[in-house]
């Protein structure tokens, strides 16, 4: 499952820390121009937070969100969330907070289409609103079509509902993207991590309460697959002791725990990468730093296995990740990475680059605009312009609200690749089978000219019979026909091909190569698997999610 997932940004008590901290000596590469640039007015604290990766607007391209939490366009520090269109930047949504010191803004997340109008939505988090008490917080959530409000709701007293929002993928099933939220001062500190369904705003799992001190949820990822089961796992943070945290992994489905990390002194950014060894189970990743180092590391989704450390001496002093999607036409995912260096009192370096998820070659890297005590943000962005390769959404602003503020800015840029990338996405959703099973479409290799690629069907009834449909894109509901919850996503007027599963559920292709064909660049082919599953319905066939393999040079 290709994970898209947003990072934590760095707020104003954090900020203040840059000032205390060594030059960072990694000797990146300069700024290029980027796709676009939103310049903000005077102490608006652009850069509060910002997520990418959904299309807002409806034009087939994903768009941005961006909070500003000290915003005062609409009253005195009533903050404002911008939609821009990913393309251009031009405004698509402005709304506001509805009082002082609110916050709103303070975190954003896009969701996805939750009310079926083929628009995304986009959730707020206003962690100072006092409606509930004082710093009791406020979640709202607004229509991607029309800015309308869909869903509002107040936190208790002091425990600032809306700190941290993350879009956690469609984990119940329903077809309705779904919500998890970080609230690391309920309960005095203690914290709270809840999996919200799209559908009803009820949770999905009894929600994870920390221990006094633990400020769980502080930092929190979504939306991927770590488990292999085709449901969207998460990742929280929680404080163990004043030198020792532990980063938790938890299974979509049960809520079961996958496994932890640590310690992890002072969490700072995770994120979903995406499947990179293409074995069914996304690898994760997460930022974190000691009193004297900073590191960024990967792990291995189906072992926990360290994939990639970085450290930097004396120390790195504050470093952001993000699952950005393919970014090099390699079809595998990378991570992106924004890092601030040579902190003072009178700025800071922040650069962004990324990680190649093939090998961890760094790509190029870019100079932000600078402010004094940096608040940042950096995000996906999604292939915003459709040339085939992911951007990245970054901001810089303004932390600490007792100085004077520049008006902070926000990019979104690419990484200056070219050509035409083969790519594989996942489409649609797979329908349960009568174990609970969720078959998966996937594939190794790459779709270019002149290369193999095997495709595989992972989660079917271990020794069933499966068909593979290579077909044209579509999408067809299937449950007027018997197969309840199903979706044809390939039509089967073109290649198909029968395949038995194996012991474990799998079956697979074998090496098939894309011909030579430079007519063929840029073609869409769509992939599914139709397996036998006698119990499941009344035809006893399922259907597993779609896959679109776009091929490249």
Same mark, same amino acid.
């Given at each position: ?153 107040? #936190? +208790?007293?002091?425990?600032?509902? %809306?700190?941290?929002?993350? =879009?956690? *993928? &469609?984990? /119940?099933?329903? $077809?309705? !993207? @779904? ?30 309460? #920390? +221990?006094?001190?633990?400020?769980? %949820?502080?930092?929190?990822? =979504?939306? *991927? &697959?770590? /488990?292999?089961? $085709?449901? !969207? @796992? ?47 189970? /996304? ?271």
């Amino acid at each position: 499952m290709l994970s898209l997932s947003k990072s934590r940004r760095i707020d104003g008590p954090l900020a203040l820390r840059l000032g205390l901290l060594l030059p960072l000596l990694c000797g990146l590469g300069r700024a290029q121009t980027p796709l676009w640039t939103l310049s903000g007015t005077t102490n608006e604290r652009l850069a509060s937070d910002a997520d990418g990766g959904f299309d807002v607007d409806g034009d087939g391209l994903p768009d941005v969100v961006a909070g500003s939490s000290n915003s005062s366009i609409a009253g005195t520090t009533f903050g404002t969330v911008r939609v821009l269109k990913g393309s251009t930047g031009a405004l698509i949504h402005i709304v506001h907070g509805a009082s002082t010191g609110c916050g709103f803004g303070a975190s954003v997340a896009l969701l996805g289409d939750i009310n079926g109008d083929g628009r995304a939505e986009f959730a707020v988090g206003s962690p100072t609103d006092a409606v509930g008490g004082v710093n009791a917080g406020a979640l709202y959530v607004y229509s991607g079509l029309d800015a309308s409000l869909l869903y509002a709701r107040q #936190g +208790a007293a002091g425990e600032r509902l %809306g700190t941290e929002l993350s =879009a956690a *993928g &469609d984990v /119940d099933l329903d $077809g309705i !993207p @779904d919500l998890l939220l970080g609230i690391p001062n309920a309960g005095g500190g203690a914290g709270r991590v809840e999996l919200l369904s799209g559908a009803s705003w009820a949770s999905i799992l009894p929600a994870f309460v #920390g +221990a006094s001190g633990a400020e769980l %949820g502080r930092v929190i990822a =979504a939306g *991927g &697959d770590i /488990d292999g089961d $085709g449901v !969207p @796992d998460f990742i929280f943070y929680r404080k163990l002791t004043s030198t020792t945290g532990q980063m938790a992994l938890h299974s979509g489905r049960s809520g079961a725990l996958i496994r932890t990390h640590g310690p992890a002194y002072y969490a700072l950014s995770a994120c979903i990468l995406g499947d990179l060894d293409q074995d069914g189970r /996304d690898e994760y990743a997460y930022t974190r730093q000691t009193l004297t180092l900073g590191y960024i590391e990967a792990f291995d989704g189906a072992s926990g296995a360290t994939l990639f450390v970085r450290s930097v001496l004396p120390t790195d002093p504050i470093a952001l990740i993000a699952g950005l999607g393919d970014v090099n036409g390699d079809c595998i995912p990378d991570l992106g990475a924004m890092i601030l260096s040579q902190p003072s009192l009178s700025g800071a370096v922040v650069t962004a680059t990324a990680f190649s998820g093939s090998d961890f070659a760094q790509l190029p890297a870019y100079v932000l605009p600078n402010s004094i005590h940096p608040l940042v943000a950096y995000s996906r962005a999604g292939d915003v312009d459709g040339d085939g390769y992911a951007e990245f959404v970054a901001a810089s602003g303004q932390g600490v609200l007792s100085l004077p503020s520049p008006p902070g800015h926000l990019r979104v840029q690419d990484f200056g690749f070219s050509g035409t990338p083969p790519r594989i996405r996942n489409v649609g959703a797979a329908c349960p089978g009568s174990a609970g099973n969720l078959a998966l479409a996937a594939a190794l290799g790459c779709p270019k000219l002149g290369q193999s690629l095997t495709l595989l069907c992972r989660n079917a009834l271990p020794g069933a019979s499966t068909v593979l449909n290579l077909g044209a894109p579509t999408s067809v509901a299937l449950s007027p026909f018997g197969l309840t919850g199903c979706w044809l996503s390939a039509t089967t007027d073109g290649f198909n091909l029968f395949l038995p599963a194996d012991g474990s559920g799998t079956a697979s292709s074998g090496p098939l190569t894309v011909p030579v064909d430079p007519s063929a660049l840029g073609a869409t082919l769509a992939v599914q698997f139709v397996c036998v599953d006698p119990s499941a319905n009344a035809v006893g066939l399922v259907t597993s999610r779609g896959l679109e393999l776009v091929i490249g040079s």
